[in-house]
């Protein structure tokens, strides 16, 4: 099975979790922001909107035993004996709920959390990141500061479907691949900076303060 299969698999699971909650509530699956300023995607697996909060979930739907080193908050997955790094899917999942907090532009404070769909996360202390047998439960009973009322879901309800774009998947694809290629470049152009103190973009002498650099010429410029 490819990523992309066990990807979609992993989060129909979830979806249906979602829908089977007590209490009324709204959700969303696939949800796409577009960045205002950057034109960039994000791709939000689920958005729950419960009396309990607003819940921005990404599914992760890994074989093997998920960890992560206390130390240096590197994520490892460990299958078959063999230990390798992944991404912090909560860092990812962080920075959708503040895109999503930016988009819609409310008192409403999204609540990032990680569901593994394998249930195979036992030993992350993180409280926002569970195991899909935990899902209802977490959400019947998260901390929170006061039930939001049928009106408030509605509201909700309404922001969402206002920011969502319609975006295809291959679009999404394509975006990620131009941001990594962006990346890639800037990374390129700092090094160049920093080993020969030139603007890559005009090649004159940088300016440099502390960890500042900055090119009187041409006003690229960036910090360590």
Not at 5 to 29: D, M, P, W
Not at 116 to 122: C, D, L, R
Request: aromatic letters at 8%.
């Amino acid at each position: 099975m490819s990523k992309l299969s066990r990807g979609i698999k992993g989060e129909r699971k979830v979806a249906a979790t979602l829908q089977s909650l007590n209490l009324e509530h709204y959700v969303f699956n696939d949800v796409t922001l577009i960045n205002a300023t950057s034109k960039m995607t994000h791709q939000i697996d689920h958005i729950l909107i419960h009396p309990h909060g607003l819940f921005v979930i990404e599914t992760k739907n890994y074989s093997g035993t998920v960890s992560v080193d206390e130390a240096t908050g590197n994520w490892f997955k460990t299958l078959r004996h063999v230990r390798s790094k992944i991404s912090s899917p909560l860092l990812q999942n962080k920075a959708h709920a503040i895109a999503l907090r930016k988009a819609i532009k409310s008192k409403y404070k999204p609540i990032p959390v990680v569901v593994f769909t394998q249930n195979n996360a036992p030993y992350l202390a993180d409280e926002n990141v569970i195991n899909l047998d935990d899902l209802p439960l977490f959400i019947d009973s998260y901390p929170y500061a006061r039930k939001y009322t049928s009106r408030e879901l509605t509201e909700m309800k309404a922001l969402i479907e206002s920011v969502s774009a319609k975006v295809t998947l291959k679009e999404h694809l394509e975006n990620i691949a131009t941001m990594k290629k962006a990346q890639k470049e800037t990374k390129a152009d700092m090094t160049y900076a920093i080993e020969r103190g030139l603007c890559p973009e005009c090649d004159h002498q940088l300016v440099i303060h502390g960890y500042e650099y900055r090119c009187p010429h041409c006003g690229y410029h960036f910090k360590l």
